[in-house]
T-cell receptor, first 112, second 114 residues
Framework: NAGVTQTPKFQVLKTGQSMTLQCAQD?????MYWYRQDPGMGLRLIYY???????DKGEVPNGYNVSRLNKREFSLRLESAAPSQTSVYFC???????????FGSGTRLTVV | DQQVKQNSPSLSVQEGRISILNCDYT??????FLWYKKYPAEGPTFLIS?????DKNEDGRFTVFLNKSAKHLSLHIVPSQPGDSAVYFC?????????????FGQGTTLQVKP
């Protein structure tokens, strides 16, 4: 099925470890986004890529880096994981400057 | 600073009755608003949207109302069904930002009782 694929679905990290969350979309969308969902906080934008070759910070970028590898793929990297980064991470894509996002099913990350 | 606020964390209604979910925003540059629905262990899915040039948009059982002067929008679900039980997020965007990014509220968990 066409859509947004996130890997892994679950991950447990120790404090200080690094990891990369992968996201790929097959809808030929130009824009891609990373959000985190925390109880009582809703969905908060970490980083986004409005088009291939560009990336920008969102509301909560500290502790994260991103790479827009090509039009399909947008990865999120945690260089030194902290317990505050325990969250559910969602990747989304859309056509440039439209708002009907398609979301992936999420990555549940626990940092101990 | 929360630019989009959903002040009711949860709402419980009886099947067949109306569900009303509310959302307030503070940024006057926002001109496009959306509602997303999220089931457990799934990503959010788009439900309905409205542009600031309108005050109402309807799609089947779902209607979104926008009151620009009050910076308030609401989602009405009539009649409510048990399958509507989910978390509902409102979101807003400013077309002038030219980025397509959305700012989401905290979410409201709707429970529809049979």
């Amino acid at each position: 099925n066409a859509g947004v694929t996130q890997t892994p679905k679950f991950q447990v990290l120790k404090t200080g470890q690094s990891m990369t969350l992968q996201c790929a979309q097959d809808m030929n969308h130009n824009s891609m986004y990373w959000y985190r969902q925390d109880p009582g906080m809703g969905l908060r934008l970490i980083y986004y890529s409005a088009s291939e070759g560009t990336t920008d910070k969102g509301e909560v970028p500290n502790g994260y880096n991103v790479s827009r590898l090509n039009k399909r793929e947008f990865s999120l990297r945690l260089e030194s994981a902290a317990p505050s980064q325990t969250s559910v991470y969602f990747c989304a894509s859309s056509e440039l400057r439209t708002y009907g996002y398609t979301f992936g099913s999420g990555t549940r990350l626990t940092v101990v | 600073d929360q630019q989009v606020k959903q002040n009711s964390p949860s709402l419980s209604v009886q099947e067949g009755r109306i569900s009303i979910l509310n959302c307030d925003y503070t940024n006057s540059m926002f001109d496009y608003f959306l509602w997303y629905k999220k089931y457990p262990a799934e990503g959010p899915t788009f439900l309905i949207s409205i542009s600031s040039i309108k005050d109402k948009n309807e799609d089947g059982r779902f209607t979104v109302f926008l009151n620009k002067s009050a910076k308030h929008l609401s989602l009405h679900i009539v009649p409510s069904q048990p399958g509507d039980s989910a978390v509902y997020f409102c979101a807003a965007s400013a077309s002038s930002s030219n980025t397509g990014k959305l700012i989401f509220g905290q979410g409201t968990t709707l429970q529809v009782k049979p």
